[in-house]
């Protein structure tokens, strides 16, 4: 086994994970299925296309799946893959393929799930891990990740499934040292004005400390933009300040999610739509352009909610700002992986393909494909 080499699936969709895990392994990029251990991750949109290609694939292969899908749905997984790294990827990943180099028993490498005797053997949950002692790059740039878990739980994300509901958090010289590679800085985090904190409680004093640093190198700093967003309730005059005074950015991305109160208690978000309007107002007092994602289709979702969500995207459009409408799509391992997403009426359809067409809209709100 020794001698197998390995090799990443590379689609820039998946660029971010193997950015994170290049720099551990000794792996190349390829395009296609090869001989050797090929290693994939990928999200559930990505499934049954890295399904069919592994059935079609004639090549000697041992094939190790990780990401949001693998690691929610092991057992469907396992039904093409040799072994399955649930969760984080920075400790297990190593030890598996130095198992498999030595020829030792995978059961003792915690975080994996694999058949042995027609049986799907589980090894047991891996304690999250000490974000400090991993590169979040090296020769794939990606931006800088910031922070990973969150206290939330929405019932309709993966999030605090794949990372837990502890937000841990890159230390500021880490942060610093990684930075030196971008000519302008970025970051992924599940809510960037959490840095530091809980997740519930803002830490200004942290984020301020982190963007002072970085302003050392004298290049452009984009904060709370995609791919990272921020709460809405996390949205104050004092954020807005810092941000206008480290960074370059003119707009901020904003996880909305649904105009209907009776929807966000439901999904768990623990804001109101009055906090969304609110952090537009605050954006837009300084003079940044509020971007904000809602989701269309939400299975609890009635035609007066609906029409709610379609209201609040209309007036944050009205105001300046931009809305990014998703449709819903039912995740593995979250509370509304079994539900059936609302239908959406030939009003709402209408009056989001209007807003689209005229530049204030994007994003893919209909089951009937991507506009």
Not at 32 to 37: A, F, Q, S, Y
Not at 148 to 174: E, K, N, V
Not at 253 to 274: D, F, T
Not at 334 to 351: D, G, I, K, Y
């Amino acid at each position: 086994m020794s001698d197998r080499k390995v090799w990443f699936r590379y689609r820039s969709r998946n660029s971010y994970s193997i950015a994170a895990l290049m720099p551990l392994i000794s792996a190349e990029l390829a395009g296609r299925p090869k001989p050797g251990i090929m290693l994939y991750s990928f999200a559930t949109a990505q499934a049954d296309e890295v399904y069919r290609e592994i059935r079609e694939a004639k090549v000697d292969a041992i094939y190790i799946a990780g990401g949001p899908h693998p690691s929610a749905l092991p057992e469907e997984a396992l039904e093409h893959f040799d072994f399955v790294v649930i969760g984080e990827g920075e400790e297990t990943l190593p030890e598996l393929l130095r198992a498999i180099a030595k020829g030792t028993d995978p059961a003792n490498v915690q975080g994996i799930a694999y058949k042995a005797g027609g049986r799907i053997r589980f090894t047991g949950k891996r304690d999250p891990v000490d974000l400090d002692l991993y590169p979040p790059f090296g020769k794939i740039l990606a931006p800088l990740e910031i922070s990973r878990g969150c206290p939330w739980g929405c019932a309709y994300c993966q999030t605090p499934r794949l990372f837990g509901r502890r937000m841990r958090h890159r230390s500021i010289d880490a942060i610093g040292r990684y930075a030196h590679h971008h000519r302008d800085i970025r970051f992924t985090s599940p809510n960037s004005l959490a840095y530091g904190g809980d997740g519930r409680t803002a830490r200004l004093d942290k984020v301020e400390a982190l963007l002072c640093r970085l302003s050392e190198q004298k290049k452009p700093i984009y904060f709370g933009t995609f791919p990272s967003e921020v709460r809405p309730e996390f949205v104050t005059d004092q954020a807005l300040e810092l941000i206008r005074k480290y960074c370059a950015n003119k707009s901020i991305s904003l996880g909305g999610q649904s105009g209907s109160p009776a929807v966000l208690q439901k999904i768990g978000r623990g804001h109101s739509a009055e906090q969304v309007e609110e952090a537009c107002r605050i954006c837009l007092d300084h003079d940044m352009v509020p971007q904000v994602d809602l989701i269309y289709g939400l299975p609890m979702e009635s035609a007066e909610d609906q029409q709610m969500t379609l209201d609040l995207t209309k007036w944050i459009v009205g105001k300046g700002g931009k809305v990014r409408a998703h449709h819903f799509a039912p995740l593995p391992g979250t509370p509304l992986s079994q539900a059936r997403p609302a239908p959406l009426s030939a009003e709402v359809e209408a009056e989001l393909g209007r807003m689209a067409l005229n530049g204030h809209l994007t994003g893919a709100w209909s089951a009937k494909g991507q506009r």
